[in-house]
Nanobody
């Protein structure tokens, strides 16, 4: 069974940092491009960032550029999302998703989804 599990969410004050992890089981992550999505209460889910199989040509939405960094450690079968200078508008459930395709696109149809991890940015 193909699964990804997110971890690392929590409550943080504005300006703080969190690192989310997305760990795969049942498949080799190095075959997949991975993306992070988020969904705020009452809003649609949006793509935040993605990383292709090769680890280069990462993509970010404008709202997180310069603050978030996506990376992958294929030896650990894990993708990370380092989130710095967090803002209240970053609050939401963060999901990781995988697609068995070399290149990444936040508009792609992803094959594997996790259950999400809650990120709350509040003072």
């Amino acid at each position: 069974q193909l699964q990804v599990v997110e971890s690392g969410g929590g409550l943080v004050q504005p300006g703080g940092s969190l690192r989310l992890s997305c760990t795969a089981s049942g498949f080799n992550l190095y075959d997949y491009s991975i993306a992070w999505f988020r969904q705020a209460p009452g809003q649609e889910r949006e793509g935040v960032s993605c990383i292709p199989v090769g680890g280069d040509s990462t993509k970010y939405i404008d709202a997180v550029k310069g603050r978030f960094a996506i990376s992958r450690d294929n030896a650990k079968n894990t993708v990370y999302l380092q989130m710095n200078s967090l803002k209240p508008e970053d609050t939401g459930v963060y999901y990781c998703a995988g697609i068995r395709y070399y290149y990444c696109s936040l508009g792609a149809t992803f094959d594997v989804w996790g259950q999400g991890t809650q990120v709350t940015v509040s003072s």
